[in-house]
Every structure is written in structure tokens, then in C-alpha cells.
């Protein structure tokens, strides 16, 4: 994986952790609950836990995938899944919502799991995946040396990506539960849901450009 392409997972994860949909929102609001930070800081780990295994998959199912067949037809389909998810959450008026606000860590992470796949998380990282060779040089040795590599490609996509992410949402989680609050974000919102949206649509639009 070259440095372009590592750099694009860092940004993506950056970008995860900004959007408060992907967990960061809800670790502030357990601390502000119960008034303890301690609370905010024991969410995000779990957070984390749940977008990782929600990308993981993902990514592991991409990088697998694409050592068996053509890179090109898995980039092509990939974009189409990735522009026509963009627009099914662009138009969309649905929001996901959990009911109540006491979770436990682990039906925290399981929500963060929910949350990551029902807003695309893994596919983001389509463009990335297919932009590089399909195996090491050098470790071309049939489907069980393919499929090892994808594993470690997988796994090491996902960590780089995860460790981002939490490092931004714990950065924001800290610095919103400590200076700002909640009160700011009823004052002045951005609606990251658009963004996001789009931000699928563009990284799918890329993905088809490219392969074509």
C-alpha cells in the first residue's frame, strides 16, 4: 500500500470521527448524563470496537474478493453499490435513533455497528482497496496465499482506519463534553448526513471513473 493510499485512510477515518453520527455524539451525552468523564472516555473505546468490526468486514470481504476475480468488475460493481447507497441516504428521510440513552459497553458497540453499516463506513473505503495491486509481489501462490493476504490487508486497513477515527471522535467527545457542551450543538448544527451522503456518491463516482 503506497503512501496516497494510507494517507486517504487516515482522512477517511478523520472524517468518521468528525461525523457525530458515527458514535462521538453519544459518548458527550452518557458523560453529560451522568456528569463523568470517565463515562465519555470508557464509550469511545467500544465505539471504536463496533465501526471497526463494521468496516472490517467489509474491508476483508473487498480485499479477499478482489484476489479471486478481476479488480476491475469488483471496482465497477463497487461503485454503483457505493453511488446508489449515496443516493438512497441523500434522499432518504429516515434516520436510525436508538431508544433510551443507559447502554451497556457492549450494546454500545453493537450500535455503533448498526450506525457504521447503515451509513456506508466500509464502503468508503472501496476506492482505496481496488486502487492497489490485488496481492504482494512475490506472494502469488493460489487461492490460500491470495486469501491470506486479503485477510492481512483487511486487517491492517481496518486497524489504520479505526485508530483515526478514534482519534479524532476522541478528541471531539473530550473537547465538546469539557468546553463546549450540548447546548452548542441545538444552536448550531451541520447537517453531516448530507455530507456523508455525498461524500458516497463522489468516492463512487471516483471508483467508476478510474475502473473505466
Same mark, same amino acid.
Do not use: C, K
Given at each position: 500500500?503506497?503512501d496516497?493510499?494510507?494517507?486517504?485512510?487516515?482522512a477517511?477515518?478523520?472524517?468518521?470521527?468528525?461525523? !457525530?453520527?458515527?458514535? =462521538? /455524539?453519544?459518548?458527550?451525552?452518557?458523560?453529560?448524563?451522568?456528569?463523568?468523564?470517565?463515562?465519555?472516555?470508557?464509550?469511545?473505546?467500544?465505539?471504536a470496537?463496533?465501526?471497526?468490526?463494521s468496516?472490517?468486514?467489509?474491508?476483508?470481504?473487498?480485499?479477499?474478493?478482489?484476489? $479471486?476475480?478481476?479488480?476491475?468488475?469488483?471496482?465497477?460493481?463497487?461503485?454503483?453499490?457505493?453511488?446508489?447507497?449515496?443516493?438512497?441516504?441523500?434522499? +432518504?428521510?429516515?434516520?436510525?435513533? =436508538? $431508544?433510551?440513552?443507559r /447502554? +451497556?459497553?457492549?450494546?454500545?458497540a453493537? =450500535?455503533?455497528?448498526?450506525?457504521?453499516?447503515?451509513?456506508?463506513?466500509?464502503l468508503?473505503?472501496? !476506492?482505496?482497496? @481496488?486502487?492497489?495491486?490485488?496481492? !504482494?509481489?512475490?506472494?502469488?501462490?493460489?487461492?490460500?496465499?491470495? +486469501?491470506g +493476504?486479503?485477510?492481512?490487508?483487511?486487517?491492517?486497513?481496518?486497524? $489504520?482506519? @479505526?485508530?483515526?477515527?478514534?482519534?479524532?471522535?476522541?478528541?471531539?467527545?473530550?473537547a $465538546?463534553?469539557?468546553?463546549?457542551?450540548?447546548?452548542?450543538?441545538?444552536?448550531?448544527?451541520f447537517?453531516?448526513d448530507?455530507?456523508?451522503?455525498?461524500?458516497?456518491?463522489?468516492?463512487?463516482?471516483? @471508483?467508476?471513473? @478510474?475502473?473505466?
Amino acid at each position: 500500500m503506497n503512501d496516497g493510499s494510507l494517507a486517504a485512510l487516515v482522512a477517511l477515518g478523520a472524517f468518521h470521527g468528525v461525523n !457525530p453520527a458515527m458514535g =462521538w /455524539l453519544f459518548a458527550v451525552a452518557r458523560g453529560l448524563q451522568e456528569r463523568s468523564r470517565a463515562l465519555v472516555l470508557q464509550s469511545l473505546p467500544a465505539i471504536a470496537a463496533g465501526h471497526a468490526a463494521s468496516v472490517g468486514v467489509v474491508a476483508i470481504l473487498i480485499t479477499l474478493t478482489r484476489s $479471486v476475480v478481476a479488480t476491475r468488475a469488483v471496482a465497477v460493481g463497487g461503485g454503483v453499490v457505493l453511488v446508489g447507497f449515496g443516493l438512497w441516504r441523500l434522499l +432518504s428521510r429516515r434516520h436510525f435513533r =436508538w $431508544v433510551g440513552m443507559r /447502554l +451497556s459497553l457492549r450494546q454500545l458497540a453493537g =450500535w455503533s455497528f448498526l450506525m457504521s453499516s447503515a451509513h456506508g463506513a466500509g464502503l468508503m473505503l472501496l !476506492p482505496v482497496l @481496488t486502487s492497489s495491486g490485488a496481492a !504482494p509481489a512475490g506472494h502469488d501462490h493460489g487461492l490460500a496465499s491470495a +486469501s491470506g +493476504s486479503a485477510l492481512s490487508t483487511g486487517v491492517f486497513v481496518t486497524a $489504520v482506519h @479505526t485508530l483515526a477515527m478514534f482519534a479524532v471522535a476522541g478528541a471531539i467527545a473530550v473537547a $465538546v463534553y469539557e468546553i463546549v457542551g450540548l447546548t452548542i450543538l441545538r444552536r448550531a448544527w451541520f447537517d453531516l448526513d448530507r455530507l456523508w451522503a455525498t461524500a458516497l456518491i463522489t468516492a463512487g463516482t471516483i @471508483t467508476l471513473v @478510474t475502473a473505466l
